[in-house]
């Protein structure tokens, strides 16, 4: 039962790491394409910057979401704060 749980934890995981890896290769291989197309039709004014900065927005907080504020990864954390609450109670009960 335990093996299950931990297993799909692992697996969301690694799908959210895919998930931001895919999100993040196709924000490089659009803006490259935006900046050549921006470059090649109209030098004068750099329009790229704009999608270049808001889907850029979009990117960093999706991997904060996933390498910074992961529900699996928090729930970790709690747990091993939890456990170690409790480890410092009993030492105290136990003086």
Request: no cysteine; net charge positive.
């Amino acid at each position: 039962m335990e093996n299950q749980e931990a297993y799909r934890r692992v697996k969301r995981w690694v799908e959210a790491k895919f998930g931001f890896y895919w999100h993040l290769s196709m924000y490089l291989a659009v803006m490259a394409v935006l900046v050549i197309i921006n470059l090649s039709t109209w030098p004068e004014y750099l329009w790229f910057k704009w999608p270049l900065l808001g889907w850029g927005i979009g990117v960093f907080f999706h991997g904060l979401a996933v390498f910074r504020f992961s529900s699996g990864r928090l729930a970790a954390r709690k747990e091993r704060m939890i456990q170690e609450e409790m480890e410092k109670e009993s030492s105290r009960k136990g003086n």
